[in-house]
């Protein structure tokens, strides 16, 4: 077995992972440590090392709230270690790989974890990625700076720059990483034209970024796995409009409310201070990515509108209870409040919509019920269908899973523990189906990495359900309960008008008046 490797800083050494065919190289680094002057800078490449370097556990954690406190669902299911190790020497990746002479040429799998922008880690222990790995891949998990080690911006930082990177930290780390992995994963038996970015939640919402990014080596992604981190949005507003004006003022105003007087003392404040700072006034502060003019410089939505993305196959979904089933954007606690948001997003439509969600019976609950789509999500489905209508592979998925233990349900992000096949680590009191249906996932999502393709054989080399591809005449997910099975076309006929409304004013027939 593979067990040590080169690297462009050094040799380093893994261990047999609970698969000794399987080996793991943990804490490997792909950059200097973010602390000192290089707090808020992008990353730096690391001061190379003589001899071996041990890669036997996680390397440090970025900066964030202690884990394993509170009764939160994360807390309960994943985010348990309360000495977990964190510091700004964090941007190090991990490594399964099933390579016996590092000359294989594996397909490569690269996951963002999800948090908010705010945590996550490597080493959360659903995220293992050795089940993976057994499939015939190179598994790589990548930790990034986040909260406000990840995305502060300030007037000073920005005139410091000059025409270098002054936020969005995070996404750098992310694209640093992935550079590193096209230098070097060959040397761990991976195919460094063969990669596919996928994450979750946080996570999606990094890889749409990745894709749109003026700033993206198209050489380094090739596939993109999207799970419950939105799509193409359509009459709200995204999680890319945030300007760096935006997060500009928020940073002078965070430094002012700590008594910090420059961007020199910050920087000089230690990391569990300043962290302790931002999770102590969380909610009156907002530190997230933004469009910073260079590595995002529009809303994604635009990007994937106006053709401005890296065209690759995709796969998207959620799990059934991220949110509410999406209602094509249409907000109002009260009857004319539902009316005055239909009016504003469908103007052309909005007769039309009026009645088919049955305005007339002025009865909120039922013009909401009118709206809902049993299928994925409205931005998802967008998405999905915007890259369908480019000619390239595009599947959608719908996780509702049983989740045993609670009533918890399919909640965001628990399709985490099936599709890295990790159940055995998990708290549930889960059975022979929940492994059967974590198995038939984690082939899935192997066999989307390999060839772009998520169909093929289970285990006992009997075909798995037919995944098919969504297109504008098939807009159907692929429902992972424990029968596996195509939605079947049992959308409102409200969510259809106003899903088809979307795409023509987004890209289809953007420029005319009327739909």
């Not at 007037?155 to 750098?172: R, S």
């Not at 996570?203 to 749409?208: D, E, K, N, Q, V």
């Not at 939505?301 to 796969?315: C, K, Q, Y």
């Not at 990495?449 to 098939?474: C, F, H, Q, R």
Request: negative net charge; glycine residues 8%.
């Amino acid at each position: 077995m593979l067990r040590v490797a080169n690297t462009e800083y050094g040799k380093v050494k893994g261990a047999p992972a609970a698969d000794p065919r399987i080996t793991a190289f943990l804490g490997v680094p792909y950059a200097a440590a973010a602390s000192g002057a290089l707090r808020w800078r992008a990353p730096q490449p690391h001061a190379p090392w003589d001899g071996v370097r041990e890669c036997y556990v996680y390397g440090d954690s970025p900066m964030q709230r202690k884990p394993g406190v509170g009764a939160n669902v994360n807390a309960q299911e994943w985010h348990v270690d309360q000495d977990l190790p964190m510091s700004e020497d964090c941007l190090n990746l991990n490594i399964w790989t099933p390579a016996m002479t590092g000359d294989e040429k594996f397909p490569v799998m690269v996951y963002l974890y999800g948090g908010a922008s705010l945590w996550g880690y490597t080493a959360q222990m659903e995220l293992d990625g050795e089940r993976l790995a057994r499939r015939g891949l190179v598994v790589v998990t990548v930790n990034y700076r986040v909260n406000i080690f990840g995305y502060f911006a300030h007037p000073e930082l920005t005139a410091e720059c000059g025409e270098d990177y002054c936020t969005n930290f995070g996404y750098l780390d992310q694209q640093a990483a992935l550079a590193w992995v096209h230098r070097n994963i060959a040397n761990f038996g991976g195919d460094p034209d063969n990669v596919t970015l996928f994450g979750q939640s946080a996570g999606a919402g990094s890889t749409i970024a990745q894709l749109v990014s003026p700033t993206t080596d198209p050489k380094t992604i090739h596939r993109a796995i999207i799970q419950s981190g939105g799509g193409m949005s359509y009459g709200v507003k995204s999680r890319f409009q945030y300007t760096l004006k935006d997060a500009e003022a928020e940073g002078v105003r965070f430094l002012e409310h700590i008594g910090c007087k420059s961007l020199a003392e910050a920087r000089a404040m230690d990391a569990e201070t300043l962290r302790d700072l931002v999770f102590a006034n969380l909610n009156d502060f907002r530190f997230a990515p933004c469009i910073d003019g260079k590595f995002l410089v529009e809303d994604a939505t635009v990007s994937f509108a106006e053709n401005r993305w890296l065209r690759v196959p995709i796969m998207i979904g959620n799990t059934s209870k991220d949110t509410d089933f999406g209602s094509g954007y249409i907000t109002g606690r009260t009857p004319d409040e539902f009316k005055a948001s239909i009016e504003k997003n469908y103007p052309e439509i909005a007769e039309k919509l009026l009645e088919l969600v049955d305005y007339d019976s002025y009865d909120i609950d039922e013009m909401r019920k009118n709206c809902k789509a049993q299928a994925a999500f409205f931005a998802p489905q967008l998405l999905a269908l915007r890259v369908a209508d480019d000619g390239l592979a595009s599947y959608v998925y719908l996780f509702d899973g049983d989740m045993p233990g609670d009533n918890q349900g399919a909640f965001h992000s628990s399709e985490l523990w099936f599709m890295f096949e990790t159940l055995a680590k998990c708290w549930r009191p889960f059975v022979g189906k929940h492994y059967d249906l974590a198995r038939k996932m984690c082939n899935y999502w192997a066999n989307f990495a390999k060839t772009g393709d998520p169909n093929g054989l289970d285990i006992d080399g009997t075909p798995m359900p037919v995944w098919e591809k969504y297109t504008d005449s098939n807009r159907r997910a692929m429902e992972f309960r424990f029968e596996l099975e195509m939605t079947k076309k049992d959308e409102t006929l409200a969510f259809t008008a106003m899903f088809n409304y979307a795409a023509d004013k987004l890209w289809r027939n953007k420029d005319e008046k009327n739909c």
